[in-house]
């Protein structure tokens, strides 16, 4: 079964820096494409960042120049460095792999089929 474990959340200050790893499996750095989401209290999950499995990189407005998503296959696994964090970049960041070599709507949460636990990054002004 393929599993994802997700570790690098913590606290830090606003203008600080974390990066996120997501620790997958042979399988999961094949799919079609692996993100990144995140989910604040009360809110609905939210598409981060993805790579496809050739390399291409697409970013949510919100994050864009100040995150940078990355895998690394031979490692099988997928980073996110998030820097010149906000407030309101505090959520629970959740790793997730289509689970399918073919095509989906990569921005959208419930067409990955492999998700980890998630890691809390917390923002303080």
């Known amino acids: 079964q393929v599993q994802l474990v997700e570790s690098g959340g913590g606290s830090v200050q606003a203008g600080g820096s974390l990066t996120l790893s997501c620790a997958g499996s042979?399988?999961?750095?094949?799919?079609?494409?692996m993100g990144w989401f995140r989910q604040a209290p009360g809110k609905e999950r939210e598409w981060v960042a993805h790579i496809f499995s050739d390399g291409r990189i697409e970013y949510a407005e919100s994050v864009k120049g100040r995150f940078t998503i990355s895998k690394d296959n031979a490692k099988n696994s997928l980073y996110l460095q998030m820097n010149s964090l906000k407030p309101e970049d505090t959520a629970m960041y959740y790793c997730?792999?289509?689970?399918?070599?073919?095509?989906?709507?990569?921005?959208?949460?419930?067409?990955?089929?492999?998700w980890g636990q998630g890691t809390q990054v917390t923002v303080s002004s």
């Open positions: 042979e399988y999961a750095v094949k799919d079609y494409c």
């Open positions: 997730a792999a289509s689970g399918t070599e073919g095509w989906i709507l990569c921005q959208v949460a419930d067409e990955y089929n492999v």
